[in-house]
């Protein structure tokens, strides 16, 4: 499990925010009806310079808020900014539940907009959700101080269940968060808040679900941000969530390694460091420390379907296939429409040439998320098994036109033409090859002996 970066460093990215319209109603008037309740939170330090920004929302006329725990994190002091700018000072903290990742804050002054609170104990797959946000690339310093752009995204519920720690569910959704949603509201068709948006990521984007958040608003007394800091200098959570956005956000793989060892020396038993030990030893490349790591947290919880996943990857890259589909197979068990599992396991049953069996998996993925490219080329590989030329075809181009541009996959298209004889197309694909690889000698000969013939 990973939270989101906690940085508001600009990012190289463009958001696109589109205005949708889900089974006939147009959600426009959410963004319009909810906006001024929803607030950027902008956590400083003792000389009061930006740590970390994210997003709360008001749910009480008195200027209650909630958001994530993770973004108090270190803070002295913290601002709300409204989406006219205006900037309200946090008097206090209400209460926090750390391994639950929700904290509610008390903004000064009172008679605040709000956002009225849904019922998520009654959501099911496929039903409708949106989310709020302030995404960090579109925070920028302006005279006043920090500004942010409020933008809605749109999706649907995948499932509700429990990741890294069993007992802890959560909702699962299309609805894409960016990085800075942090804290902010998921929303239902009727604009009631279900749940609280914690982690994003391709069909990993995770939220809270509001019944676990709403025995926590009944407090009246305030903790301040030194107080807070005090009382949970040792816990667990704090090195772990350091660790996370040190790791996540900051690109810094060792001192997140460092944090996500203080953590499980307090606690050898915390699976989400576990886990996300496992994904800092995989990104330096140590495959059996992260093979290590990810079985280390499926012993402590065998039913983490991103540790399974996970593993089911590193099984893949390591060459023991059978072992990566049984994997994959156990985490799309518990969790059916695990879209990253789903592309996976098309994969590894390719590989086996089980290409019959590896398409219904690769169009339940892409079904649930028409924009994975990957599953795309995933798909036109199975069809290519298959000899199904024109299916292949029409898969690898829109993986491309999605942005997936492997080798392989120019070398698939260039041998589909050159057994259907399309000379133009075998070339053009050759080509291709070589912007992508230039030293690639097998690609050069066969341009040469295709550009020699008459």
Do not use: C
């Not at 607030?39 to 709360?56: N, P, R, S, Y």
């Not at 020396?265 to 490349?285: E, M, S, T």
């Not at 299916?391 to 942005?403: C, S």
């Amino acid at each position: 499990m990973h939270f989101l970066p906690r940085s508001f460093k600009p990012l190289v990215a463009i958001v696109l925010v589109t205005l949708l319209g889900f089974g006939g109603v147009t959600v426009v008037s959410a963004y319009e009806a909810n906006r001024n309740a929803v607030v950027m939170l902008i956590a400083k330090d003792a000389q009061g310079e930006t740590l970390a920004t994210g997003t709360g929302f008001i749910v009480r006329p008195d200027g209650t808020l909630i958001t994530n725990y993770h973004v108090l994190i270190d803070a002295v002091s913290m601002n709300a900014v409204f989406p006219d700018g205006t900037q309200i000072g946090v008097m206090g903290i209400l209460n926090t539940d750390r391994a639950r990742d929700v904290a509610v804050l008390k903004l000064e002054g009172d008679l605040y907009s709000t956002l009225e609170l849904g019922d998520s104990t009654s959501l099911q797959a496929f039903d409708y959700l949106s989310a709020l946000g302030y995404p960090s690339h579109a925070v920028e310093m302006v005279e006043e101080g920090l500004r942010g752009v409020l933008v809605q995204t749109y999706g649907f519920v995948l499932g509700v269940h429990p990741q890294a720690i069993p007992d802890y569910p959560f909702i699962y959704a299309t609805t894409p968060f960016e990085p800075g949603f942090s804290g902010g509201p998921v929303m239902n068709m009727d604009n009631q808040v279900v749940g609280v948006a914690t982690l994003e990521g391709r069909a990993l984007n995770l939220a809270v679900p509001i019944q676990y958040v709403t025995p926590y608003l009944n407090t009246t007394k305030l903790l301040s941000f030194e107080e807070l800091r005090k009382r949970d200098r040792n816990a667990k959570e704090v090195f772990y969530y350091r660790g996370n956005s040190t790791l996540y956000g900051l690109g810094d793989t060792q001192a997140a390694i460092e944090l996500f060892g203080k953590t499980l020396r307090i606690d050898p038993n915390f699976v989400p460091a576990r886990y996300d030990l496992a994904v800092a030893y995989r990104g330096l490349g140590q495959a059996e420390d992260a093979i290590a790591e990810y079985e280390k947290a499926l012993q402590l919880n065998p039913r983490f379907p991103e540790a399974l996943s996970n593993l089911g990857g590193q099984y893949f890259r390591q060459g023991d296939v059978d072992k990566a589909i049984e994997q994959f197979k156990q985490a799309i068990a518990i969790y059916p429409n695990f879209i990253q599992a789903l592309s996976n396991l098309g994969a590894a049953l390719n590989k086996q040439q089980q290409f019959d069996q590896s398409v219904p998996y690769l169009k339940r993925a892409l079904s649930l998320d028409p924009e994975f490219g990957v599953a795309y080329f995933n798909l036109g590989n199975a069809y290519h098994g298959l000899g199904k030329s024109q299916e292949a075809i029409e898969a690898y181009h829109t993986a491309v036109n999605m942005g997936v541009d492997f080798l392989s996959l120019h070398w698939n298209l260039h041998d589909i033409h050159s057994k259907q004889g399309d000379r133009e197309q075998a070339l053009r694909e050759l080509r291709i090859i070589l912007q992508l690889d230039p030293q690639n000698e097998d690609a050069r000969r066969k341009l040469e002996a295709l550009d020699s013939r008459p």
